[in-house]
């Protein structure tokens, strides 16, 4: 028995007594000298698979070399190097090699048995055959980097069939192109529908179509973007041959070309591979400036990636969030997220990670080994330079499985939690010495979740009671049990599609260690509860005010949470659920409130962390880590947000530059609001002036932004308009307005400042007419009534001469010449969309085109002459606008509206459009 090597002995042990017993008759005696002759258990075996192999030959005709290549589909390489067994369906196999192995199934080397579909899978009997036979071990030896990278790409491979052959999951860069040199890759024909065979290894059917779609995918992706450059190239190359001037033209139109070929590849890629989406946008907007705006703008909404297309099962980052540390399940991918290079630490079953604050210490659960193999450990690796981590210790775990990890702030303390529901402690002051000094009982069953507070060692941890425990680490030998609290169970079904892998991380500390974040149960699904841990051994929930805003209740379930993780610069909080990520801003963690919520794919993985001083929040699942902006976290990726801004029924808004000030005016129910948004980022307020009205109202800037113009209410609740001065917005108005009907829905200032449009409508009083008047505001202090007209219009807008005025009505377009002001011309009615609500007119800035929005869906455009709207319109149906909300880019080539119609980004979003083409470019 002893020389069995232990584990699955039986079919050893009965080829070696079959052995034994060979001429011995009835009666009589086995002997110890007969087994020594033999060989012993090995020699037994080693004479078996010689006589197994000649038969083999003799059955197909093939030579042993090859017999042996066929035997190799049985072997796998594990992450330390040895050689494992690796079970095949019989029916994948070629006939020659179904036919040799049958002659091994018979002398008992390999075994049959079915899974439970019925098909019969094949084995190796015993992994002392992969060792003792010479002529296996020696190809094993040969052939152990391509089985270890087989052993990746079938697991991959088994991914991508499950989840619908996505191309998202497949393959590319430097992780395809190690995988085909490792097993060898070659086609039968060069075309797309050639044959992938293997020269090294076999693979199976679906490993093989997986790396064959890897590497057209990935081919076709750099063929789009290399050939349109050379072939543009040689042709500007070319054409240059003439003067100075034309060549710098056709390498200007050279450019011009390729950037809107990759910028529309880009556009094609946002939703299946925004990363790409965003470097290719980033190579258009280099090339021309022109061609390349839309698609910057359009991918700054989108997450780039690391790792994409690869498992990330678990997500760590350092205290300062520079580093990362990516466990992929197959290993470990190291990154600097200011994009130096980092490293990787490949062929090791990984599943939780950890670093410490500094980043500098690596700690990585690995499952356990094969049969007879090591069990669950936690392995730790200096990763002073991210490229060289370096192996410093293994500690055993003493457990099936690792399922949690976290380091103290100190980084002296290693805490592991297990399938078991221990948590074991280990003493990492010096991590080469690294020393086991406690065993802590928790939960009946597993520990899923460990976090350490960055101000003091106090550990949290939650398990399979639904009990969240607090233990005191000050003295890790000594390590108390302070608290227990309830939390929500885990929804694994709603979590992960592979519960034996699913990392969780369902407690966070917040930064100033005073608070605990965990997960509460409401009655239609999981929350996030928030505890005062000032006094760890009495934790009391600390009950978060509701908004009357589901979209930003920090009370609103999240249904089945998996990560929770808190900014180390405060303020931010992120949770992982089942299908979104969601991000709460808090200036304290009473007043916690919903700012985002991004789109999340689910899966293993789904793990939380900030990135670079939380300006970036990290989202790991199975398809690598998504990199967040959240600079701005109300609407990640903007450069910016105004805070409490005016809202309403009716809102208006208005830009303006002024002494090298970039300024915002917004008016709406709640008053008026003059903003200085120079800075983005860090916008500040100038003035916050009473309220509008009921109704809210309308803003504009005089041209020169001396002034601006905005709708309010008297003391007796009647309409005026107030003008006031930019430099000194919160004095007394230069000036208000009166005699309105009934309100101002619309206002504009003329382009060289002496008159201002009001539109006086009435719609929500049927009693009063509705009016377009005109003011001479040549002294501001005491406009001037010029002239009132009957129109109903919601929008108004001067041409760049500041003879045509146009008015949006509700189904209609209405121009007037008000060359002279007192004395307006109507020049007619231009039919619209007919069920359309209200339109907004805009010109272009040469005066040649003016382009006009309704709420039914459509986008009308008249070519302007001699200040008369002329010929009929061009017409580009665009989804659901929100009317008001359009406007023209400086040079008339395009034009932006604002699309409420459902869409990937959401039930609004702005939509680019394409002036000369009626194409869309891009949705942001």
């Not at 011995?24 to 110890?32: D, E, I, K, M, T």
């Not at 998202?168 to 992938?196: E, F, K, M, Y």
């Not at 609103?556 to 405060?570: D, E, H, K, T």
């Amino acid at each position: 028995m002893a020389d069995t090597g232990g584990g699955e002995a039986l079919p050893l042990l009965a080829f070696t007594l079959s052995e034994l017993g060979r001429g011995v008759g009835r009666g009589g005696h086995l002997s110890a000298t007969r087994y020594e002759d033999l060989g012993g258990v090995r020699g037994a075996l080693q004479r078996q698979a010689d006589a197994a192999l000649a038969a083999a030959c003799r059955a197909s005709g093939r030579m042993p070399r090859e017999v042996i290549a066929g035997l190799l589909r049985l072997v796998t390489v594990d992450e330390r190097g040895e050689p494992t067994r690796w079970r095949v369906r019989r029916d994948e196999l070629p006939g020659p090699v179904r036919t040799e192995l049958d002659a091994f199934v018979g002398r008992r080397l390999l075994i049959t048995d079915a899974d439970e579909s019925g098909n019969v899978l094949v084995r190796v009997a015993h992994e002392a055959f992969l060792t003792a036979w010479s002529q296996l071990a020696d190809a094993i030896r040969a052939a152990a980097s391509g089985l270890r990278a087989r052993r990746e790409i079938e697991r991959a491979a088994g991914e991508w069939s499950a989840a619908g052959r996505p191309r998202r999951r497949l393959w590319d860069g430097n992780h395809l192109s190690g995988a085909v040199d490792a097993v060898g890759v070659r086609w039968r024909t060069w075309h797309r529908g050639g044959d992938l065979i293997t020269d090294r290894v076999e693979l199976s059917r679906r490993a093989r179509e997986f790396l064959r779609s890897s590497i057209l995918w990935d081919r076709l992706r750099r063929v789009r973007v290399v050939a349109v450059l050379s072939a543009l190239l040689v042709l500007a190359t070319t054409a240059g041959a003439g003067a100075l001037a034309f060549e710098r033209q056709a390498v200007q139109e050279r450019d011009h070309v390729a950037a809107d070929l990759i910028a529309a590849e880009a556009t094609g890629l946002e939703a299946s591979d925004p990363s790409l989406a965003k470097q290719l946008s980033l190579v258009a907007y280099r090339m021309d400036h022109e061609a390349g705006i839309a698609g910057i703008f359009a991918t700054q909404q989108l997450p780039g990636s690391f790792d994409a297309g690869q498992p990330a099962l678990d997500l760590a980052a350092s205290g300062d969030g520079q580093r990362m540390a990516i466990s992929t399940g197959s290993g470990v991918v190291l990154d600097d997220l200011h994009g130096h290079p980092g490293g990787r630490i490949d062929g090791l079953a990984t599943g939780p990670v950890a670093l410490s604050r500094d980043g500098r210490l690596l700690a990585a659960a690995i499952e356990p080994g094969g049969s007879g193999g090591a069990g669950a450990a936690v392995r730790l690796w200096a990763v002073d330079d991210l490229r060289q981590p370096r192996a410093i210790a293994s500690l055993p775990a003493n457990a099936d499985r690792v399922t949690a990890l976290a380091v103290s702030a100190d980084g002296h303390v290693l805490a592991a939690g297990t399938g078991m529901g221990e948590i074991r402690i280990w003493d990492v002051t010096n991590p080469k010495a690294a020393a086991e000094s406690n065993s802590l009982q928790g939960p009946a069953g597993e520990v899923d979740s460990l976090a350490f507070s960055r101000v003091r060692r106090l550990l949290a941890s939650s398990g399979a009671d639904h009990r969240v425990r607090l233990w005191d680490l000050t003295d890790p030998a000594g390590a108390q049990l302070l608290s227990k609290v309830e939390e929500a169970p885990e929804d694994l079904a709603t979590t992960t599609n592979d519960p034996q892998r699913q990392v969780f991380h369902r407690v966070a500390f917040a930064p100033d260690g005073q608070s605990l974040a965990t997960v509460g149960e409401g009655p239609i699904g999981d929350h996030v509860q928030i505890w005062d841990v000032r006094d760890p051994t009495q934790p009391h929930a600390i009950p978060v005010k509701q908004t009357d805003d589901p979209t930003t209740d920090p009370n609103s379930a999240c249904s089945g949470v998996i990560a929770l993780a808190f900014s180390p610069a405060g303020g931010l909080m992120g949770a992982a659920c089942a299908n979104s990520v969601q991000l709460f801003r808090y200036l304290d963690l009473t007043d916690l409130v919903k700012a985002a919520t991004l789109p999340a794919t689910g899966g293993f993985g789904s793990t939380l962390a900030f990135g670079v001083g939380g300006r970036q929040l990290l989202f790991a699942d199975h398809d690598g880590v998504q990199v967040w902006d959240i600079r701005n976290p109300w609407r990640p990726g903007a450069a910016g947000s105004l805070p409490l801004t005016p809202g309403g029924f009716q809102t208006g808004l208005a830009f303006a530059r002024r002494h090298g000030r970039w300024l915002l005016a917004a008016v709406g129910n709640d008053g008026v609001q003059l903003w200085d948004t120079t800075s983005v980022a860090k916008p500040a307020i100038l003035a916050d002036l009473p309220s509008a009205g009921p109704l809210g109202g309308a803003v504009a800037f005089s041209p020169d932004a001396s002034l601006f113009a905005a709708s309010a209410v008297d003391a007796s609740s009647n309409p005026v308009v107030r003008l006031r001065r930019t430099d000194d917005p919160s004095t007394d108005p230069v000036s208000t307005i009166t005699g309105l009907t009934a309100g101002t829905e619309a206002l504009a200032f003329s382009p060289d400042g002496r008159v201002l449009a009001v539109a006086d409508l009435s719609e929500y009083d049927k009693a009063s007419p509705s009016f377009l008047r005109l003011y001479g505001v040549v002294d501001p202090a005491h406009p001037r009534a010029l002239a009132a007209l009957p129109a109903t219009v919601f929008r108004l807008a001067f041409s760049p001469g500041g003879h045509l005025l146009a008015g949006g009505s509700d189904d209609s377009l209405l121009t007037w010449n008000v060359t002279d002001p007192r004395h307006p011309v109507a020049l007619g009615a231009r039919s619209l969309t007919a069920s359309s609500i209200y339109t907004t007119p805009v010109f272009s800035d040469d005066g040649q085109r003016v382009v006009v929005g309704d709420t039914a869906g459509a986008v009308h455009m008249w070519p302007v002459d001699h200040d008369r709207l002329t010929g009929n319109p061009t017409i580009v149906a665009h989804g659901q606008l929100e009317g008001g909300k359009l406007a023209l880019d400086p040079d008339g080539a395009r034009f932006a509206v604002v699309n409420t119609q459902q869409s990937s980004l959401g039930f609004e979003h702005v939509d680019l459009w394409n002036v000369g083409s009626g194409g869309l470019e891009a949705s942001l």
